[in-house]
C-alpha cells in the first residue's frame, strides 16, 4: 500500500514531537506479505513475500516518515488453508490517518483478496483478504482519499493447504493452537482433535 500527501504545515498530532521533515510533498510505499501455500513436504511460509524477495517494513520507519499511526500489525489466525501441511498465515493492519489534510491511500498488488488462494490434493484454501475505510469496504484497485482520524484495515490472503486436514500430525495442530496460529474451534472442527488429545499433548510437552 501507499501513501502520499502534502505537508503545508507540521499536523497538529506532530507539534509536541515528530517526524523532523514535515515540509513538501511525500510518498511513502509500505510492503508487508500473505501466506504461501503449503508444499508435499512442510507447512506454508507466514507472511512471507513472493516471488519477489521484499522483506516486512518495520512499521516504525513509516510512522516517522508518513503522518499516520499502525493501531495493529499481526498475522490472522486460521487464516492458512488447512491440510496435513497448513498454508501460511496472511496478516492484517490497521492504520489511522494523523494528517489535518486530506491524503491518499494508494492500495498496491491485492490478488486473491475475493477468490481465495486454492489448496492442492484435499487441502483447503487460504483466506481471503479484505480492504475498509472505518469498517465500510472500499474500491481495492482505487486511490481512496482519507482524513484524520480515519481507520484503514487491509488484510492479506492466506496460503492453500496441501492434503487432507486429518493427516496433519497431532502434535502440530496442538503447536498451532498454543502459538495462536489456529483456533481451538479450527482444531476441534477442522483438524478433528479432541480435547483429551490435546490436554494430553499439552501436558507431555510442559514435562519436557
Known sequence: VRFRGVYREVPSVYERGGPGHCSGPFAEVYFFNGGIGATGVGDGRSATSMPVNCANVPVEIMEARTPVLFESKALTPDSGGAGQYRGGLGQQIRVRVLSDQPIDFIPGTNDRMVNRPLGLFGGGPGSGGLMAI?????????????????????GIPGGGG???PERRNRDAVV??????????????????????QRNTAEKEATSD
Open 162 to 164: 496441501f492434503g487432507p
Open 175 to 196: 503447536a498451532d493452537v498454543r502459538e495462536g496460529l489456529i483456533s481451538e474451534i479450527a482444531a476441534q472442527a477442522t483438524y478433528k482433535l479432541d480435547i483429551e
Open 134 to 154: 472505518d469498517g465500510r469496504t472500499c474500491d481495492r484497485r482505487r486511490a481512496q482519499s482519507v482524513k484524520l482520524g480515519q481507520v484503514i484495515a487491509v
